[in-house]
T-cell receptor, first 110, second 117 residues
């Protein structure tokens, strides 16, 4: 079992709709969770982090965390073509390392 | 936010040669830096953790004699790929931890694209 699992996609969403990205993790001792956006050929860019159960909103982005289910999600409202990228879920594990998922490719179609 | 730079941004080298990649924290002192490798359409894989003034800690499966890491100052860590081979061609990304912030906060460099011919 991978430590951080994501659906690789591609996930295609019409412009203006809500994109929903999901992630599960295996280490119950994990305390911090991150979503990074990565454009092709570029380094990852942190867009959200969440430490507590529940929802955290920042602009068009909402991160959701359920530690009991070991599940993290990212919602992108009013999706724009510029949101087309690979989204990496990452977890700060009990071994004090950030472990990345394999990423979900998101495509926003006009 | 904190800024991390890498140099070079891309490099092409011949098989058997060595290549050095630099990672610098520009506006903070990073006691800990991390080196990742990313193959096409795959995720970032942690190669090693670099601590200033001490030996790097390598992840399982990463050859420490092939990937030499030196963290000689609080703002600079270097990764040297020795005797590079085509299978070492990859995107190498460093990140740095700002000790003033949360331990979980890491700032990524822009990456170095290595192509070995």
């Amino acid at each position: 079992q991978k430590e951080v699992e994501q659906n690789s996609g591609p996930l295609s969403v019409p412009e203006g709709a809500i994109a929903s990205l999901n992630c599960t993790y295996s280490d119950r001792g994990s305390q911090s969770f991150f979503w990074y956006r990565q454009y092709s050929g570029k380094s990852p860019e942190l867009i959200m982090f969440i430490y507590s159960n529940g929802d955290k909103e920042d602009g068009r982005f909402t991160a959701q965390l359920n530690k009991a289910s070991q599940y993290v999600s990212l919602l992108i409202r009013d999706s724009q073509p510029s949101d087309s990228a690979t989204y990496l879920c990452a977890v700060y594990s009990s071994a004090s390392k950030i472990i990345f998922g394999s990423g979900t490719r998101l495509s926003i179609r006009p | 936010g904190a800024v991390v730079s890498q140099h070079p941004s891309w490099v092409i080298c011949k098989s058997g040669t060595s290549v050095k990649i630099e990672c610098r924290s520009l506006d903070f002192q990073a006691t800990t830096m991390f080196w990742y490798r990313q193959f096409p359409k795959q995720s970032l894989m942690l190669m090693a953790t670099s601590n200033e003034g001490s030996k790097a800690t390598y992840e399982q499966g990463v050859e420490k004699d092939k990937f030499l890491i030196n963290h000689a100052s609080l703002t600079l860590s270097t990764l040297t790929v020795t005797s590079a081979h085509p299978e070492d061609s990859s995107f190498y990304i460093c990140s740095a931890r700002d000790p003033r912030g949360r331990p979980t906060e890491q700032y990524f460099g822009p990456g170095t694209r290595l192509t070995v011919t």
